[in-house]
T-cell receptor, first 112, second 114 residues
Framework: KQEVTQIPAALSVPEGENLVLNCSFT??????LQWFRQDPGKGLTSLLL?????REQTSGRLNASLDKSSGRSTLYIAASQPGDSATYLC???????????FGKGTRLSVIA | DTAVSQTPKYLVTQMGNDKSIKCEQN?????MYWYKQDSKKFLKIMFS???????INETVPNRFSPKSPDKAHLNLHINSLELGDSAVYFC?????????????FGSGTQLSVL
């Protein structure tokens, strides 16, 4: 059974810092991996989707990497801003007709 | 324009009541979902519909009954509400095909059962 773990559960950094959020999954048989952002009282917004054949995806200050064989992904946020404060969730799409499996998220606070 | 909209945003009700949450998407997607996020923020899928047909039912109690009148709508009806049903319920949609599954989420319905 696929399990997704995110470390740390919470992170607080000063504005301007570069930071890395970690995601690990137990079964490497996946179609893709996604990173989402969740703001309080709001739904999830998809940030980056990495197909199983890809190593990384970039969008602005965000860079997500995928090492499928070791079951790891990282989300790198450059030059963090207070507006980046949110919960970041990682989700994997297992092979087969099974739905996304989510991690519990990392709650990020960027302090001005 | 809101891509995935769900109503109501907040729902407070007594144990034993029956309630419904509505969801609509204007993205032209074929697949819609209901997710439950519990107090520990763990997000789990409940149901998935593709073109009005149920394709995933993740061992959800029979008290929960999804209804899809057309592929743009997926409503969730809950009978005999229990305290443990308190959670945030999210509707989502995606382009047909579970393989890609880039999801677009609604803003959630916070259900509190007293």
């Amino acid at each position: 059974k696929q399990e997704v773990t995110q470390i740390p559960a919470a992170l607080s950094v000063p504005e301007g810092e570069n930071l890395v959020l970690n995601c690990s999954f137990t079964d490497s048989a996946i179609y893709n991996l996604q990173w989402f952002r969740q703001d309080p009282g709001k739904g999830l917004t998809s940030l980056l989707l990495i197909q199983s054949s890809q190593r990384e995806q970039t969008s602005g200050r965000l860079n997500a990497s995928l090492d499928k064989s070791s079951g790891r992904s990282t989300l790198y946020i450059a030059a963090s801003q207070p507006g980046d404060s949110a919960t970041y969730l990682c989700a994997v799409k297992p092979s087969g007709n099974t739905p996304l499996v989510f991690g519990k998220g990392t709650r990020l606070s960027v302090i001005a | 324009d809101t891509a995935v909209s769900q109503t109501p945003k907040y729902l407070v009700t007594q144990m034993g009541n029956d309630k419904s949450i509505k969801c609509e998407q204007n993205l032209g997607h074929d697949t819609m979902y209901w997710y439950k996020q519990d107090s520990k923020k763990f997000l789990k899928i409940m149901f998935s519909y593709n073109n009005k047909e149920l394709i995933i039912n993740e061992t959800v109690p029979n008290r929960f009954s999804p209804k899809s009148p057309d592929k743009a709508h997926l409503n969730l009806h809950i009978n005999s509400l229990e305290l443990g049903d308190s959670a945030v319920y999210f509707c989502a949609s995606s382009v047909a095909g579970l393989r890609v599954e880039k999801l677009f989420f609604g803003s959630g319905t916070q259900l509190s059962v007293l």
